[in-house]
């Protein structure tokens, strides 16, 4: 081949390669990734507020009540007219009365931070959670805030090995657990009669704002165990706004009688047919049970009657004696203060006296006295039925509700007896 015509050929190979990488992507294949989009934030922090107000531009000046402050004293004195101060304190009315202000309550005041000394508001905390707020100015205003409760919902299980209340906080609980665990079970456990080694069980809800306790805990369910007895308790609402505590198959907790007219105390007498009076030292029965407890203590009316009297004699002091129906009466002796007038009806837990130690007494307490058809009887041998037990339609759902709590108490148990938390085995 001629030179001429190889040059010629491979001009041509070097074109067509040319335009081939020129025509063609022979570069590594690669996917498109889209950018991400930034989206620019163009919004400003919500300022810090204070009792649901907005605090830029303000400043909080916080107090306290002081022994013969007044709402209008405490407003006149930063600038407030008297007229200003009457009509926030009628717009007040359907919420807050003004004169009950209480000594210690806190309460702010806030200002712009201009400098200018004439407040805004005026905020007053009734309570932990309610607070009252005055707008103040030309355009005066009165609203009531909430503080947001938070719930939180434990469980625990302790041991009995003397006070009740000392066994709760050694088991880390709220020791106010111990009354009302009196409470829940008071128609059915004798608080009197618990004994050491015996076992409480509970799961409860315990309230808190800002980080700090609030109210009293509430209890959701409840075991009690004794020589082998259980008794619990469910705190199931059967319809809305009906809560009551219900035993493990659907009985009502709550009986005709309570076991005992004072909420704590202790046994100083039992009942007997024949003891040596302390007083009068002769043997003779006693027909009653008195419970020793401090002066003062609120004596409880053990169920709902009428009172049938309410005087006073030489040997029984101050007393009250109800009639609850047809066949049960009772009486309480030696009372500091009678609260109660003859004919008034009472309902179960009224408070109808206080411990003292009027009549033939060594001590404060109340003697406690149970008739059954005119006859005096022990009232701790007495058995009474339950009321209001769930039906049968209701049985499901408390079940359902029933089951987990079940499964929370045997867990509360289970970690006390491995000791969890506390660094020590624990056996019931």
């Not at 020589?227 to 035993?247: I, L, N, S, T, W």
């Not at 049968?392 to 970690?415: H, Q």
């Amino acid at each position: 081949m001629k030179r001429w015509q190889k040059w010629t050929i491979g001009s041509a190979v070097v074109l067509v390669t040319g335009g081939f990488f020129l025509m063609v992507d022979v570069r590594p294949r690669e996917e498109y990734v889209p950018e991400p989009l930034v989206q620019e934030d163009d919004s400003i922090p919500a300022p810090p507020s204070a009792y649901g107000i907005p605090m830029a531009g303000f400043v909080l000046e916080q107090g306290v009540v002081q022994a013969g402050a007044t709402f209008g004293g405490l407003l006149t004195a930063h600038g407030i007219p008297a007229s200003t101060v009457h009509f926030l304190a009628e717009m007040a009315e359907p919420f807050f009365d003004v004169r009950r202000m209480r000594v210690g309550r806190p309460y702010a005041f806030i200002f712009p931070e201009d400098g200018v000394r004439t407040p805004s508001h005026f905020v007053y905390e009734t309570d932990p959670v309610e607070y009252v707020v005055f707008t103040l100015g030309d355009n005066p205003s009165v609203h009531v805030g909430h503080r947001p409760v938070t719930t939180t919902q434990r469980s625990i299980a302790c041991k009995v090995t003397g006070a009740l209340y000392n066994d709760l906080i050694r088991a880390g609980a709220d020791p106010q657990l111990a009354l009302k665990l009196a409470d829940v079970f008071a128609w059915t456990v004798d608080m009197y009669r618990i004994q050491k080694d015996d076992v409480f069980s509970v799961v409860y809800n315990e309230h808190s704002v800002d980080g700090e306790p609030y109210g009293r805990p509430e209890i959701v369910a409840a075991r009690y165990t004794s020589g082998g007895v259980v008794k619990e308790a469910y705190h199931f609402e059967r319809k809305e706004g009906d809560k009551q505590y219900f035993d493990h198959e659907g009985n009502s907790l709550r009986k005709a009688f309570l076991k005992a007219p004072l909420k704590y105390s202790r046994i100083s007498s039992g009942f007997s047919a024949r003891r040596l009076h302390p007083v009068q030292k002769v043997m003779k029965a006693h027909l009653g049970t008195d419970y020793a407890a401090p002066y003062g203590t609120p004596i409880l009316a053990v169920g709902d009657g009428v009172v049938e009297k309410a005087g006073r004699t030489a040997g029984n002091g101050n007393f009250v004696k109800i009639r609850h129906n047809g066949t049960y009466s009772t009486q309480y002796l030696h009372m500091r203060k009678i609260l109660v007038r003859e004919g008034q009806a009472v309902q179960q837990g009224d408070v109808i006296g206080e411990v003292g130690s009027t009549g033939l007494a060594t001590g404060p307490h109340v003697c406690f006295r149970f008739w059954k058809n005119g006859v005096q009887v022990d009232h701790r041998k007495e058995e009474f039925p339950n009321t209001e037990p769930l039906a049968e339609s209701e049985m499901p759902a408390f079940i359902k509700f029933r089951d987990p709590l079940m499964a929370r108490l045997d867990e509360a148990e289970l970690v006390a007896r491995k000791g969890k938390g506390k660094g020590k085995e624990v056996t019931f």
